[in-house]
Each structure stands twice: as structure tokens, then as C-alpha cells.
């Protein structure tokens, strides 16, 4: 009885994955559909780890690090001696908030209330992630197809969107106007298209669903036109190309169907690239611009940031004046320096240990292929966060922890071990896979 009750775990942390796919498209905050997740997310990993008997052990690499994430953030909404803050922020950051006393107590973040919506957003993604690092091997791999049933609700929501016009706006549905899929911004569309790829290939080509994975695969790409991100177009490019690759060494696919693949993407290459011709750059005022301004307040708040979730606020001190509109800047459209600036050096020692263990992860996950196709995933999304923000929806975020905990769970990589045997072929030594993994 124990053991069949263990199998809601899955159940509860899929509708979860699930659920932010559905509803978790929107980008800016305050959202009452990403509060909805993130409680979700937080009671079903308590109800995980509520069980402590048949669970995984979790790497202690990961541990202290979401530990730093959380410390890091938690110390900002501390209130700490002004004199601390004397020559290492501006002076039009250092009003106070009103909840200390002027001369004697200052936070580090300029917008306390935003940090903290940015604590509950940590402590939900890594909660789930956790808790997904909890379960048995089996019941990680039972998640995908609630990650497949997110996609597909949000391609045919896009497909039906650009079947009837090219430019679609629902209102009213959610919170946040839909403009593309079940999101709000195209390109975070397009990032969680081409972040199905590498899966959509695994399941094809390790599952033994050949042609249900040929036809998905094309249906992402065509998608991927459709939608018109120049990110997202080159980058499901260069996921499709190397998760062919990547995976099919060690499938059971024949080569006739590889061969077909491989066709399929010459012929999206030309669609891709008369597409990237057609549109426009904006050359004075784009991504440069905004990732010049960030740079400098950047360097005027290195030592402590501004306070998770006051990109807005603060980026508007150092704005130029010719560059100021009717639309405001409300993202670095670069994650890597919208964290910087936010959080300062420390926030930046993070995301070095972080790509530290995520690299340090390959030569462990080398042998599996879901491992794989998630360390694939996390890369592009990792990629495509240089020229956008995608981790800023409860969506994609989620995704993202969901394909970490991938490739973190020991007991995948315990599981494929197993499963192989050495052969010697030619004097060399080669690890064959007994079975195709369930």
C-alpha cells in the first residue's frame, strides 16, 4: 500500500509542471497565476518530502548551493548599518524605504516588497526541484508526459493563433495578454519549442516512437517559423541538429530514419534563414543599448546590487535621456547582467559555481539519454537568456528546474549504469546498453 500511495508523488508534482506550463506565460509580476503555482509548487514538495522512506538522496553540491541562492537573496531584505552602504551605491539609491530608521538602518534592496516576490519565486523553483531530486528514477521519467501535454496545449493554442492571423491578442483569459501559445511574449514561446526538442528526439528515438517523434519534431520547427524569433529560430536549428547527434549513437534507429531527419532540417534551414532576412534590426535602439545602460549601473552597484526583482526601478537612473519613451525598459533582455546588476558580485560568484556543477554534470550524465537530452535543454535555454529573459515566467522556470533535476538524480544515472555491458570491439572498450531504457 505504501508503494502505490508513493506513486501520487509524481502525480502531484506533474499537475504541478503541468500547471505552470498552462498558466505560468506571463512576464510580469504580480501575477496572481504564477502566486498560484508557487504555492502549488511549495505544498507538493512538502507533501514529497513527507516521505522519507524509498527516496533519493539529493547531491550536497546542490544543496549548499540553493542554499547560497536563497542566503543571497534573504540578506538583502535584512536591515543592515547604513554606514555600510557609504561610497557603494549612488545617492539616488540610498533613499530610505520608510521601515528602518534613516540614519542608523538601510536594506540592500531598493524595493523590499519586490525582493521578496522574488524569494517566494527561488523557494517554489527550488522546492520543486528538490522534490523532483526526491523521486525514484522511474517516476522522474514518468513527469515527461506532463511536460508534453504543457506543449502540446500550448502549440495548438499557437498553432490556432497564426492559422487565423499573424499578429493575435487574447484578453481576458488570463492575467497577462496572450500574444503567442499560452504566453505573453513570443520569444518565451519559442523557448519552450525549442527546449522540447532534445526530449521529443529522446522519446523518438529511446522510447521506439519513431514516427511520433519525426512528426512532433517537425511540428516544433514549423512552429518555430511561424512564431519569427531570430533567437529561437537558430537556436531550434542548432538543438535539433546536435540532439540527432547527440542521442542517436546509441538508439535503436536505423539510419534510414536519421537520414530522413536530417532532411527535415535542410529544408527548415532554408525556411529559417529567408525568414531572418526578412526582418528588420533595429541598430540604435535594441538589445546594445539596453545592455550598455545595464553595464553601468552595473558597475555603480557591483558590490551589492540593487535588489532582486528592481531591475525596473533602478535602470531608469541610468537611462539616457534620448532613449527615454512612451514603452519603458522593464528588462536587461540579458539574464546574466539583469542578475548581476540585481545582486551584485555575489550573484555573479553564483552563477559561476552553478555552470561549475552543471558542467562537472556532464561526465555523469554521458551515459543516459534523458540525462542528456536535459543537459542539452539547459544549455540552449541557458544560451538564449544572453539575448533574453526567459527565466523570468513561472513556465520556463519551472522547465528549467524540472530539466536540472533531470540531470542532477543520481538514480538515473545509478539506473543506466546498470543496464550496460562491456564489449571489446577491435581492442577497444565500449559500454552496450542491455535494453532500451523504460
Known sequence: MSDRTSE????????????????????????????????????????VFSQASGRQRIPRSVLWLLTFAVALVVLQIVPLPAAIFSG?????????????????LRFVSVGVGRTIESLLYLVALAAFF??????????????????????ICNGL?????????DDIAIEGLLPFTINAGLFANDNHFASLLFVSIPFVAYYGLFRGHLLSGSLGLATLLLLLLAVG???????????????????????RANGIGIVAVFMAISVFTIGAWTKIEAEAIDPDFGRGE???????????????????????????????????FRQYVNHAHNEYLEIAFEGGVLAVL????????????????????????????????????????????????????????????KGLAARQKRELIEIDHNGEKLLVPIGTPS
Open 157 to 165: 493554442a499557437g498553432a490556432i493563433q497564426y492559422s487565423l492571423s
Open 290 to 324: 539596453l545592455a550598455r545602460t545595464t553595464i553601468e549601473g552595473i558597475k555603480e552597484n557591483w558590490a551589492t546590487g540593487v535588489g532582486f526583482g528592481n531591475f525596473q526601478k533602478a535602470y531608469q537612473i541610468y537611462e539616457k535621456e534620448g532613449m527615454i
Open 8 to 47: 501520487w508523488d509524481k502525480y502531484l508534482l506533474g499537475l504541478v509542471l503541468f500547471l505552470a506550463l498552462l498558466i505560468g506565460g506571463g512576464a510580469a509580476s504580480g501575477l496572481y497565476t504564477d502566486t498560484l503555482i508557487e504555492v502549488a509548487a511549495i505544498v507538493s514538495a512538502a507533501a
Open 88 to 104: 557603494l551605491r549612488p545617492e539616488l539609491l540610498l533613499a530610505d524605504s520608510g521601515l528602518v530608521a534613516e540614519t542608523r
Open 350 to 409: 553564483f552563477m559561476a559555481l552553478y555552470f561549475v556543477i552543471l558542467f562537472m554534470a556532464l561526465a555523469r550524465v554521458r551515459r543516459d539519454p534523458l540525462q542528456k537530452a536535459a543537459f542539452l535543454s539547459v544549455s540552449f535555454l541557458l544560451i538564449h537568456s544572453f539575448v533574453d529573459y526567459p527565466l523570468r515566467t513561472e513556465a520556463l522556470a519551472m522547465t528549467f528546474a524540472f530539466m536540472n533535476a533531470i540531470i542532477f538524480h
Open 229 to 251: 524569433s531570430r533567437a529561437g529560430v537558430l537556436i531550434g536549428l542548432a538543438i535539433t541538429v546536435l540532439s540527432i547527434v547527440f542521442l542517436s549513437t546509441r538508439s
Open 130 to 151: 528538490l522534490s523532483v531530486l526526491r523521486l525514484r528514477a522511474e517516476q522522474v521519467s514518468a513527469l515527461l508526459p506532463f511536460f508534453f501535454m504543457g506543449v
